[in-house]
């Protein structure tokens, strides 16, 4: 049988950590493409003759040219520019948004059939303009933001405890901005809600620390943003496409009328496989929940009507 093939786009800090993650993982052979001449050939050489080191027998490739990105099942944009300290996701708007319509254009024609997850910033905005650029069913185009902040959460969950990170399940719905929603309800050890755990006050301030997670990271590098975890974040959900597996994740999805979103993408329980999102799963929230859902759905609406005047 022959092997996948995923396309990461971008070979940054997120997009060649994400490759790393894939092949070493052997879910697929890699094709790493960006702008800059030789340097995905470089990157893709120096983590193929890992294998021999790690032990997978994946294949990585380097390249300029979307030709060599033809009939990949999954394709990663990670291309556009990072935060520097004291920007907001949103500053990165006009120029992410035309390197990611770029992108499209090019590389959805070679792989037609490809299921497309988006990681440029703002998140929520360039993965609504990868689908409304792509022409392709919505359900294969979702973006990455809510296993990342989810991941975030669980983290400081478990460090306010001092438990098995591998008990705690945490979950973060809405756009990946600073209105994201964390779900105390919903997050637990092993299924014992974090509000039995966790006094009310703390919770509140390991919220906030999550809703300042990529924040907090970029304040300590000072030249970039976070990549490892977004690595682990975008390899998990490229697993359950590539599997068929049905993970349910929160990721940003095409909602039509789901969590009273119509007509554009927020962070939402989705179930992963084969054509994307399979199934837009719908939860009770308390209404402060809902409320704040509602809240951070409108910042991501707000942000696409910015896009249309630029
Ligand atoms: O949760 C999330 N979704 C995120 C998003 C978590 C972390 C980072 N997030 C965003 O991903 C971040 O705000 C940026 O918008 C992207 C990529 O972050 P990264 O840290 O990887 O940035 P780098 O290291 O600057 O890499 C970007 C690469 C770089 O090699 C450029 O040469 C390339 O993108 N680039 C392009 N490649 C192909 N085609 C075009 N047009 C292009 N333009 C730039």
Redesign the pocket.
């Known amino acids: 049988m022959s092997r996948k093939k995923v396309t990461v786009?971008?070979?940054?800090?997120?997009?060649a950590t994400t490759a790393q993650r894939i092949v070493e993982k052997q879910l697929a052979d890699v094709v790493l493409?960006?702008?800059?001449e030789g340097?995905p050939q470089g990157k893709a050489l120096d983590m193929m003759q890992s294998a021999a080191v790690e032990g997978f027998d994946t294949e990585i490739t380097g390249t300029n040219n979307y030709a060599d990105t033809a009939g990949s099942d999954v394709i990663v944009i990670?291309?556009?520019?990072?935060?520097k300290p004291g920007m907001s996701?949103d500053d990165?708007l006009t120029t992410?948004a035309s390197?990611v319509g770029?992108?499209i254009e090019q590389i959805v024609p070679h792989s037609p059939n490809a299921v497309v997850i988006v990681?440029?910033?703002p998140?929520d905005v360039m993965t609504y303009l990868a689908w409304k650029k792509s022409g392709i069913d919505p359900k294969r185009v979702i973006?990455?933001?809510g296993v990342?902040?989810s991941a975030r959460y669980a983290c400081f969950i478990a460090q306010e405890l001092n438990c098995s990170i591998k008990d705690v399940r945490a979950m973060v719905l809405g756009g990946?901005g600073d209105s994201m929603v964390p779900v105390p309800d919903y997050s637990t050890v092993n299924g014992v809600p974090i509000t039995q755990l966790i006094s009310a006050e703390r919770i509140e301030a390991i919220n906030t620390r999550t809703r300042n997670g990529?924040a907090e990271i970029v304040a300590l590098l000072k030249t970039?943003?976070?990549?490892y975890a977004?690595a682990s974040?975008v390899t998990a959900m490229v697993e359950a496409v590539l599997l068929n597996s049905n993970r349910i994740l929160p990721v940003c999805a095409y909602l039509t009328g789901e969590y009273g979103v119509d007509d554009f993408y927020c962070g939402v329980p989705a179930a992963l496989g084969t054509t994307g999102v399979q199934k837009i799963i719908e939860i009770k929230l308390n209404d402060e929940d809902k409320q704040a859902l509602q809240r951070s759905a409108s910042d991501v609406l707000a942000l696409i009507n910015k896009l249309s005047l630029v």
Not at 9 to 14: E, L, P, R, Y
Not at 33 to 36: E, K, N, P
Not at 78 to 83: M, P, S, V, W
Request: hydrophobic share 50%; glycine share 20%.
């Open positions: 786009v971008g070979a940054g800090f997120v997009g493409i960006d702008v800059v340097m990670t291309a556009g520019i990072a935060r996701r990165l992410n390197i770029g992108i990681v440029t910033n998140l973006g990455m933001a990342l902040d990946h990529g970039g943003s976070a990549y977004p974040s």
